[in-house]
């Protein structure tokens, strides 16, 4: 029998994985008193036996606390006797140190990764800012795509074209675009700091036209306002923001101030989500057979 487990960081994505897969939805008591421990440490417990079941976890990992709720869920689930336990960690925090890039750094994600692996058969992400990462993670790793979900959304909208607002969202960008029946285009970013990027002044043609700048998470959002600033000064009629992972940090709100709309999926729950990616995790699921 399947069963799927959400930590509290994606319960709303994963009762929909489980509708979608007409599986068995586990509820999990999250405060073992009402108001929770008061020093602010997590507590899981699973109300429904898995003994023998496929459990799908599907918890994304930001912030902290809810990473340490996915290994407190992974463990009870082990030792609550699962066949199989598969991941899903729709957006992956700290997935973009993704490498070391100053002598004595951790590589972070891969330190997740193995801590994963020690109760999880198979890990599920999405949009993760390196992919290439996931091949030396020590258990069997997969991206799914939620360009489907946004493609068809933005085909909805009825949007004109679609913008990367960098390199990196190029593959995104093209995948919805082709889905959306639009085509698109992409800027070049340099990044100076956490905080500040520039973009390399390039001639779009979007005079009078609905575009989408979509990318794969928005932090900041200063990747997002200074491509949206660019498009208005040549001519952009609407300009509306989509991230697949809307992390909405510091002054993400007033940044975003320079779009029409801002959308993001449901890896992140937040006031934005518009976009529902549990088609493309079920699907995801399905294939494991
Ligand atoms: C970086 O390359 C990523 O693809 C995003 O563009 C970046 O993380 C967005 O961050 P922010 O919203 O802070 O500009």
């Not at 902290?64 to 609550?80: K, N, Q, T, V, W």
């Amino acid at each position: 029998m399947m069963r799927v487990v959400g930590g509290s960081a994606s319960v709303t994505l994963a009762r929909g994985i489980a509708r979608e897969l007409d599986a068995s939805y586990v509820d999990v008591a999250f405060e073992k008193h009402p108001g929770g421990f008061p020093d602010g440490e997590r507590y899981v417990r699973l109300t429904a036996s898995v003994a023998g079941d496929h459990v799908i976890v599907v918890q994304t990992t930001h912030p902290d606390p809810m990473l340490i709720e996915l290994f407190l869920l992974a463990d009870a689930i082990r030792d609550g006797g699962a066949s199989q336990l598969t991941a899903v960690v729709p957006y992956f925090g700290y997935g973009r140190q993704d490498k070391r890039f100053l002598e004595g750094e951790a590589v972070s994600a891969k330190t997740i990764a193995k801590h994963l692996a020690v109760d999880c058969d198979e890990l599920l992400t999405m949009a993760i800012h390196n992919p290439g990462i996931l091949q030396t993670f020590p258990l069997p790793s997969r991206e799914v795509s939620g360009m489907p979900a946004i493609g068809r959304y933005l085909k909805s909208a009825k949007v004109d074209m679609l913008l990367a607002p960098d390199r990196n969202a190029i593959r995104l960008a093209k995948e919805a675009s082709k889905i959306a029946g639009v085509p698109f285009d992409s800027l070049e970013k340099r990044r100076i700091d956490s905080y500040t990027v520039k973009i390399t002044p390039k001639a779009l043609a979007v005079k009078g036209k609905f575009v989408a700048i979509v990318d794969d998470v928005i932090s900041t959002g200063g990747t997002i306002s200074m491509a949206a600033r660019e498009l208005r000064s040549q001519g952009a009629r609407r300009v509306v923001a989509v991230g697949v992972h809307g992390l909405f940090v510091n002054n993400a709100e007033a940044n975003l101030k320079t779009c029409d709309d801002v959308i993001a999926t449901d890896t992140i729950q937040s006031p934005h989500t518009k976009v529902s990616v549990a088609p493309e995790f079920a699907a995801a699921i399905r294939a494991l057979g």
